[in-house]
């Protein structure tokens, strides 16, 4: 059974830093666009960072280009997303999700995310001091 667990989530204070993981079983991330979606409380959920790791391929979104990274553990089913200069406006459960037939922006700008294949259970993050 195709599947991806998050862990890292946490409370962080603005201005720090938090990476979280993403472990895809079953399926191989070569095969697989994979990305980092975020619902904050009341509002939809949003792609963040996405990646096609077979075509080099990554998208950000705009509100977080600069401070964070997505990438993945060579040779590993493993994909991460590095969050720096962390804001009270990054707050929101973070999910991971995986979709064998997009590229990594469509993914992130996918209009129906349960349209996706993959989804993992989320894992919150707060920004707050």
């Known amino acids: 059974q195709v599947r991806v667990v998050e862990s890292g989530g946490g409370l962080v204070q603005p201005g720090g830093a938090l990476t979280l993981s993403c472990a895809a079983s079953?399926?191989?991330?070569?095969?697989?666009?994979i990305g980092w979606f975020r619902q904050a409380p009341g509002k939809e959920r949003v792609g963040v960072s996405c990646?096609?790791?077979?075509?080099?391929?990554?998208y950000y979104r705009e509100s977080v280009k600069g401070r964070f990274i997505i990438f993945r553990d060579d040779g590993k089913n493993i994909v991460y997303l590095q969050m720096n200069n962390l804001k009270p406006e990054d707050t929101g459960v973070y999910y991971c999700?995986?979709?064998?037939?997009?590229?990594?922006?469509?993914?992130?700008?996918?209009?129906?995310?349960?349209?996706?294949?993959?989804w993992g259970q989320g894992a919150l993050v707060t920004v707050s001091s």
């Open positions: 990646m096609r790791t077979s075509h080099g391929t990554t």
């Open positions: 079953a399926f191989n991330l070569d095969d697989y666009a």
């Open positions: 999700a995986a979709d064998p037939w997009l590229w990594a922006d469509k993914l992130c700008q996918v209009k129906d995310y349960r349209s996706l294949e993959v």
